[in-house]
């Protein structure tokens, strides 16, 4: 059984930074492309952040300079570093993953976790 979990959300201010994580676990052949996306109520999920295996990165213009996704392969985290957060950040942010697993390891399913809320409020 494959579970991401994440963690790392909370309150915080206008102009302050959290870093998100995203452990992925089970029994896992391979992870190739690691995301994050946010969601508010009302609007659909937006990919907000991609690494390949490889460590190629993208990102949505509107996070560019201010969030940092990156990725430990040995221990299968994601992460994500949010700077300079804006009230307009305010969301459940989740992380998804392509992965192989042992048990059927010549095809690769998409994977999500269950969210973590961040509020960014004065």
């Known amino acids: 059984q494959v579970q991401l979990v994440e963690s790392g959300g909370g309150l915080v201010q206008p102009g302050g930074s959290l870093r998100l994580s995203c452990v992925v676990s089970g029994s896992i052949f391979s992870i190739g492309a690691m995301t994050w996306h946010r969601q508010t109520p009302g609007k659909e999920r937006e990919l907000v952040a991609g690494?390949?295996?490889?460590?190629?990165?993208t990102y949505v213009d509107s996070v560019k300079g201010r969030f940092t996704i990156s990725r430990d392969n040995a221990k299968n985290t994601v992460y994500l570093q949010l700077n300079s957060l804006k009230p307009e950040d305010t969301a459940v942010y989740y992380c998804n993953a392509d992965i192989r697993p042992y048990s059927y390891r010549s095809s690769s399913f998409e994977y999500w976790g269950q969210g973590t809320q961040v509020t960014v409020s004065s």
């Open positions: 690494i390949t295996s490889d460590g190629s990165t």
